[in-house]
């Protein structure tokens, strides 16, 4: 009998051993994703004396252009914290009906982003034609029935970029909406990257580089 109390002891002790002291929530230590075919694991920092020490721990920018944005950005449009997003990762975006879009442009996207991020800059949806957004929302999973497009089973967009002062992340949702993509399928993430690594959470650095 005190056998195997000390080996249920032991198990215990293990499993603290191996239980993160920094979670994303109560109940959510960490998440496995996909980024481009590889696993990877989102959680914290554990070091609770760590500090940003990067461009991402400036507080004050120039506005205009750098101007805090408001939390609604168009009528219809949900906007989410990191808490939602972790909860798109384990059923929307797992099961491949939402796609997290950095919506910043190329060599920011290959500098850092986020986990699963898959890069379509703002610029490329403000300056479309109307054959590009043809294309592209049938990537989507939108489909043309009768010249009108059917957006039933399009894919949900999360849409972000550098933080609550940028205005990449807006302008890349404005520009869907005006295209006809409807504001139930578009995602603001505003606190952006961020505010992602402010808490402390799991960036995949694609490319080292200066950016411009």
Known sequence: MIYLKLFILL???????????????KDTQSITVNHL?????????????????????K???????FCIH????????????????ISYYK???????????????PSWYKLETIPTAINIPFTFVERASK??????????????INNNW??????????????VWCDQSPRFIKAMLK???????????????QGWKLLGLTTVINKKEEVP
């Open 11 to 25: 198990i215990f002790i293990q499993l603290r051993a191996n239980e993160l002291q920094v979670k994303i929530t």
């Open 37 to 57: 075919g590889k696993a990877i694991v989102i959680k914290r920092v554990q070091d609770t004396g760590f500090m940003l020490t990067d461009d991402y721990t």
């Open 59 to 65: 507080t004050s920018r120039l506005c205009p252009p």
């Open 70 to 85: 408001p939390i609604t950005v168009a009528k219809g449009v949900n906007t989410i914290g990191e808490v939602e997003l």
């Open 91 to 105: 059923h929307e975006i797992k099961d491949k009906k939402a796609l997290l879009i950095d919506a910043r442009l």
């Open 131 to 144: 054959k590009a957004f043809n294309k592209f929302f049938e990537k989507l999973g939108a489909k043309k």
């Open 150 to 163: 059917d957006y039933k089973e399009a894919k949900v967009l999360i849409a972000f970029c550098n933080g």
């Open 179 to 193: 295209a006809g993509y409807p504001a139930n399928k578009l995602i603001y993430y505003r606190d952006g990257f």
